[in-house]
């Protein structure tokens, strides 16, 4: 059965849920936008078990597409699921790691027992990726996603990623 699909025009450090889902960068190490949003107000227990990580299995970062989790620190969720989008490019279709990315952090998800997660619109910042195909890519991939998670919140930062995903979830 697929998820219940909620959208929230909001700030995402601020969901009280099972798993947020960080727009990381292949280093874990935290930057600009969501991640950096969600390093700064989740703390230092985050950064420090990204560091562990990266020590133990992700030398070389993780792979786009692929997902995993760490503490969520001061955040009001249990633990935050880290995936690294792809840059969008004109040239090359990325769709399929886009789409990855939502898959790999629902099966984290599932592995934690996680019933509530809650993502950003991955890759819509500084990977440019269009927010109407990211729309489309993340609503289809959720509901076609075989998981045990019972809700998944949208939450998107403007009113023009909201207005756009709606128009999709509908």
């Given at each position: 059965?697929?998820?219940?699909?909620?959208?929230?025009q909001?700030?995402i450090?601020?969901?009280a849920?099972?798993?947020?889902?960080?727009?990381?960068?292949s280093s874990?190490?935290?930057?600009?936008?969501?991640?950096?949003?969600?390093?700064?107000?989740?703390?230092?227990?985050?950064?420090?078990?990204?560091r562990?990580?990266?020590?133990?299995?992700?030398?070389?970062?993780?792979?786009?597409?692929?997902?995993?989790?760490?503490?969520?620190?001061?955040?009001?969720?249990?633990?935050?699921?880290?995936?690294?989008?792809?840059?969008?490019?004109?040239?090359?279709?990325?769709?399929?790691?886009?789409?990855s990315?939502?898959r790999?952090?629902?099966?984290?998800?599932?592995?934690?027992?996680?019933?509530?997660?809650?993502?950003?619109?991955?890759?819509?910042?500084?990977?440019?990726w269009?927010?109407?195909?990211?729309?489309?890519?993340?609503?289809?991939?959720?509901?076609?996603?075989?998981?045990?998670?019972e809700?998944?919140?949208?939450?998107?930062?403007?009113?023009?990623?909201?207005?756009?995903?709606?128009?999709?979830?509908?």
């Open positions: 059965m697929s998820p219940t699909l909620t959208l929230i909001g700030d450090t601020e969901q849920v099972d798993a947020v889902v960080n727009a990381a960068n874990l190490l935290g930057g600009g936008g969501v991640d950096g949003a969600i390093h700064r107000r989740g703390g230092p227990e985050i950064l420090a078990e990204c562990a990580l990266r020590a133990a299995h992700y030398g070389r970062g993780l792979p786009t597409g692929q997902a995993v989790a760490t503490t969520a620190g001061h955040l009001p969720a249990r633990w935050v699921i880290h995936t690294v989008g792809p840059v969008h490019s004109d040239s090359e279709d990325r769709s399929g790691l886009l789409a990315c939502y790999e952090s629902l099966l984290i998800a599932d592995e934690l027992g996680a019933e509530t997660v809650a993502f950003p619109a991955i890759s819509t910042g500084v990977y440019r269009p927010m109407e195909d990211a729309a489309r890519i993340a609503v289809e991939t959720v509901r076609d996603a075989e998981t045990a998670v809700e998944v919140r949208f939450v998107l930062f403007d009113e023009q990623a909201h207005a756009t995903f709606a128009a999709h979830v509908r």
